[in-house]
């Protein structure tokens, strides 16, 4: 890493076509919200949904952006207001595709190990599992949260500095087509699919259709590069057949099947970490993951997979896996204080579909809940389900009986299906919304119990997650402490 700026102005003029009114300032990174921008930002001002991006241009150059992205037919409203960096374009909108050819000059110039992930779940936690063992090993770039789409995608390549040894971006859709343009941006070395399932399923006909959305990943692949693979999904074959008609060289697979390349002979999940013996390309491995949960374990495999491929250090990889954190609202995990005794809380807010739900089930179904504690289950509707949304909320009761789960706790009128089809010794309580909800599950936890929150990000589940951890949470020594006096 060096303290050189992240782009010049005649780097950014080169790239964009655009013109430079203002005297330039360091560029140190890029924006598109004001809100976390930071000093020395490239502040786009592309248009959102709801708002245009030009209606806060003064106030990004107030908070030291390095310069504003503006359209050029805009420029003369910031006048004197600081540097700003005019583009053309009589596209929808001009300072997108001028972010666009930013990311596209910033993946040009880029010697990194390139590496592209999507799914229909895991395709975060997946990439920051890459990103974790990939840092210990060399200067690393990633997506940040979930930043996988039409803007995300192209501000993270902006963002990638020239010194960077690798390169981990996370690439989403909700529609057919979407992929194309973003893997042609982000021309991987190496593209994963981590799996399909029956997420945004309304807007497709079927699971083959899906399948084939996420097959896409493989259309901007760079000449020679390696398509990795979940053998164990119905859908192989039909992603083998995508990533052999791409540029990929070679195919690699992951998972217990026994043709897998990245082979898992054994999964051991405890409350806390998982432990996975398996085989990289016929080498023995065995290694630790410091993330309980028999999915993230099968995702493990895909990452190393991935490294593999990279040419990176399989054993230094697989050592850091023991020190990998879930993502927030992605399985962190939290001791509560309850009186004098101890429960978990499992905060899997951000996100839900119905093999995410599963998932999340099986590892509440391995914490142990001493003495009389409770295996408890809070959980929101899961959206973009089309017409079988119903019967996928229904069906999630099968889950809560496998699994152990004690109590159930729903918000939205999808979950009412599954709250309904559970037995009433299973039933906590039923609510329309998260917010209505709260105060029954805060009251509900004793001593002992185990409860996991989940649902779609917009049903705001992290609302219960916070009001439990407002109440329960504790300072470490303080629970310490308290333990010690407990009989």
């Known amino acids: 890493m060096t303290d050189a700026p992240l782009w ?54 107030a908070k030291g952006a390095g310069a504003a992205v503006v359209a050029e037919t805009r420029a003369e409203e910031f006048a004197g207001a600081g540097p700003v960096l005019a583009v053309p374009g009589q596209g929808e909108d001009p300072v997108l595709d001028a972010m666009r050819a930013l990311g596209r000059a910033a993946r040009a110039r880029s010697r990194a190990g390139i590496v592209a992930v999507t799914g229909s779940v895991g395709k975060t936690g997946t990439k920051e599992a890459l990103r974790h063992v990939l840092s210990a090993q060399g200067e690393t770039h990633a997506s940040i949260a979930s930043y996988n789409n039409h803007w995300g995608v192209p501000l993270t390549l902006a963002r990638m500095p020239e010194s960077a040894r ?119 491995l065995a290694y630790q993951l410091g993330t309980p949960g028999r999915h993230v374990a099968m995702n493990s495999l895909g990452v190393l997979a991935v490294v593999h491929a990279l040419g990176a250090d399989l054993a230094r990889a ?3 896996l023991a020190g990998l954190k879930p993502p927030v609202g992605r399985g962190e995990r939290t001791a509560l204080l309850i009186g004098e005794g101890e429960a978990y809380l499992v905060d899997e807010s951000y996100n839900a579909n119905p093999a995410s739900m599963r998932a999340a089930m099986a590892t509440l179904a391995g914490i142990d809940t001493p003495g009389k504690g409770r295996r408890i289950a809070v959980l929101g509707d899961m959206l973009e389900l089309g017409a079988a949304a119903e019967a996928h909320h229904r069906e999630l009761a099968e889950a809560v009986k496998a699994n152990g789960i004690d109590l159930v706790f729903t918000a939205g009128g999808m979950m009412r299906h599954l709250f309904e089809a559970l037995p009433v010794a299973r039933r906590g309580l039923h609510a329309p919304t998260s917010a209505e909800l709260t105060d029954a599950v805060v009251a509900a ?25 407002a109440r329960y949470a504790v300072d470490p020594t303080l629970r310490a402490a308290a333990m010690q006096r407990a009989p």
């Open 318 to 320: 697989a050592l850091s």
């Open 8 to 61: 010049t102005p005649a780097a950014l003029a080169a790239a964009t076509g655009g013109r430079l009114l203002g005297e330039a300032r360091p560029v140190t990174g890029a924006s598109i919200d004001t809100r976390s921008l930071q000093p020395g930002d490239l502040f786009f001002a592309i248009r959102g949904e709801a708002r245009d991006g030009h209606d806060f241009v003064r106030d990004a150059l």
């Open 445 to 469: 936890l004793r001593p002992g119990d185990a409860v996991m929150v989940k649902g779609s990000n917009s049903i705001r589940m992290g609302r219960i997650v916070e009001a439990v951890k």
């Open 166 to 284: 690798y390169g981990v971006f996370e690439i989403g859709m909700n529609h057919a087509a979407e992929i194309v343009p973003l893997s042609a941006q982000v021309r991987p070395q190496v593209a994963l699919i981590t799996t399909v399932e029956p997420v945004h399923i309304e807007h497709f006909p079927s699971l083959s259709a899906i399948a084939d959305a996420k097959g896409e990943i493989f259309s901007g692949i760079e000449p020679g590069g390696v398509a990795v693979i979940n053998r164990d999904n119905p859908n192989y074959e039909r992603l083998l057949a995508h990533a052999r008609a791409s540029r990929a060289g070679r195919v690699v697979s992951f998972g217990e099947h026994a043709e897998a390349d990245v082979r898992a002979y054994r999964i051991l999940t405890r409350p806390d970490v998982s432990v996975v013996d398996a085989t990289v390309m016929g080498v023995p």
